[in-house]
């Protein structure tokens, strides 16, 4: 049966993200019912994407991420894929109408990872920023508006400075293994062999202003996203906190957590602040 295979695809999509990142999973957990499994297919696409580019040292990459793309295109002319993650995220990206140019920004940005380094200019930041991350957040947000292209069209840009907000925080966390293992700098300017307060200022400085636009857009967000946004929203604003009191070098030597007891209280604090409509 069809719809079997469809309903492990899911269940496929929700165990990778439950397993590569319990903060996000927690937050579509707080989502509406009706639109989890679309957000997970998302993350299921989106993670395994990255995981080729980032993880799989000692393979070909770039053959398995083209790969992965021929795999995807399948699954959409044919309505299937035997990749239960690709057979998810094409429904979606169906019943959804998420546009191509989303996808292919997505995987542009990721086939950068392969051959690109150094990121020179605020342009070629941006650039990536919006394929890695910025399109992510617009893909979610066709799912939390359900087809209203005015409402979507109210929320995108503040959609995107959400995903840009949480990239350039998951940059900043990731100092340590993009520069000694990957060799990579995403930002413009700045020499992570002398990475000081002033750099890392002006970068929390950024995300900051990112933060205050997109939380506009929370106010805004259909009730069946709002808790669940909201509730990584919090998430990502206490951790660029902790890399905020974090000295400098040790951002460059370790990677800054959020424990799980902060969690746990971050999230009951995000319910009392949802239940009592301030947000």
Known sequence: MKQLFDDVSFKCSKIVTKNYS?????????????I????????????????????????????????????????????????????????????YNISDDMVQSFLKSMKLDLIKSDYDSKAEYDDYIYGSADVVGLMCLKVFVNGNDQQYNLLKAEAMRLGSAFQKVNFLRDLKDDNLILNRNYFPGVDLNS??????????????????????????????????????????????KKLEDTPCHEIGNERIRVSNYTKAGLLAQSFVTYKLRLV
């Open 195 to 240: 990475f000081d307060e002033s750099a890392k200022d002006k970068i929390i400085t950024e995300i900051e202003e990112d933060f205050r636009v997109a939380y506009q857009g929370i106010l805004k967000l259909p009730i069946e996203a709002k808790f669940g946004v909201y509730t990584a929203f919090v998430y990502y604003k206490k951790l660029l």
């Open 22 to 34: 319990t903060s996000f999973s927690l937050a579509v957990y707080m989502l509406s019912p009706t």
């Open 36 to 95: 989890r499994d679309a957000i997970y297919s998302i993350y299921g696409f989106v993670r395994f994407a990255d995981e080729i580019v980032d993880s799989f040292h000692g393979y070909d990459k770039e053959n398995l991420i083209n790969d992965f793309e021929k795999e995807y295109y399948k699954g959409i002319d044919r309505g299937i894929s035997l990749n239960p993650i690709l057979n998810s995220f094409q429904q979606t990206v169906k019943k």
